[in-house]
T-cell receptor, first 114, second 119 residues
Framework: NAGVTQTPKFQVLKTGQSMTLQCAQDMNHEYMSWYRQDPGMGLRLIHYSVGAGITDQGEVPNGYNVSRSTTEDFPLRLLSAAPSQTSVYFC?????????????FGPGTRLTVL | AQKITQTQPGMFVQEKEAVTLDCTYDTSDQSYGLFWYKQPSSGEMIFLIYQGSYDEQNATEGRYSLNFQKARKSANLVISASQLGDSAMYFCAMREGPTWMDSSYKLIFGSGTRLLVRP
């Protein structure tokens, strides 16, 4: 199993550009989510999905879109990048419906918006 | 109000000694879960230990144990016999609500504690 994979590892954008961060998991997890981590802070939830076709907003959803067309993939779209979106982005997945729902994290994408 | 509070931005510990990292939480749900994650300098998030709100015993995983004091709403991580490889950021996180609720899978993180193990 590859676990949770994210691409790219690093990305530099100019203000106003759009891009998609990719996330895939091969563990057949129902639940997937995106977090961002800013310096000196913990992770904050952007969007999450409890299954294909179902998504919902987290704590900091503005400026981001998601969709979940398959169980395996959960891409995060930046519509018009802003310097405030400079951060490290983590994708995570877990089983649903269990008490001990450890979330498995991808390696992260470091995004810089100039 | 902060849902997860980690009051120690940074800590030192001597190799082979034990160290306690503090975490307090705030929730009105009866069903919740508490997690600790380790983030080394390489950046990945590594799951360490989990405690459910209904668990009567403190969770343990190898050298990690969780000192769960429900009435005080604290879930401190204890690392015994510290090793140089334990130097990292440590995050406490919480999920709220019963697991049949979709929203219960959202994790709320604290701001972390940076631990440095001295040889």
């Amino acid at each position: 199993n590859a676990g949770v994979t994210q691409t790219p590892k690093f990305q530099v954008l100019k203000t106003g550009q759009s891009m998609t961060l990719q996330c895939a998991q091969d563990m057949n997890h129902e639940y997937m989510s995106w977090y961002r981590q800013d310096p000196g802070m913990g992770l904050r939830l952007i969007h999450y999905s409890v299954g294909a076709g179902i998504t919902d907003q987290g704590e900091v959803p503005n400026g981001y879109n998601v969709s979940r067309s398959t169980t395996e993939d959960f891409p995060l779209r930046l519509l018009s990048a802003a310097p405030s979106q400079t951060s490290v982005y983590f994708c995570a997945s877990s089983y649903s419906g269990v008490e001990y729902n450890e979330q498995f994290f991808g390696p992260g994408t470091r995004l810089t918006v100039l | 109000a902060q849902k997860i509070t980690q009051t120690q931005p940074g800590m030192f510990v001597q190799e082979k000694e034990a160290v306690t990292l503090d975490c307090t939480y705030d929730t009105s749900d009866q069903s919740y879960g508490l997690f600790w994650y380790k983030q080394p300098s390489s950046g990945e998030m590594i799951f360490l230990i989990y405690q459910g709100s209904y668990d009567e015993q403190n969770a343990t995983e190898g050298r990690y144990s969780l000192n769960f004091q429900k009435a005080r709403k604290s879930a401190n991580l204890v690392i015994s016999a510290s090793q140089l490889g334990d130097s990292a950021m440590y995050f406490c996180a919480m999920r709220e609500g019963p697991t049949w609720m979709d929203s219960s899978y959202k994790l709320i993180f604290g701001s972390g504690t940076r631990l440095l193990v001295r040889p």
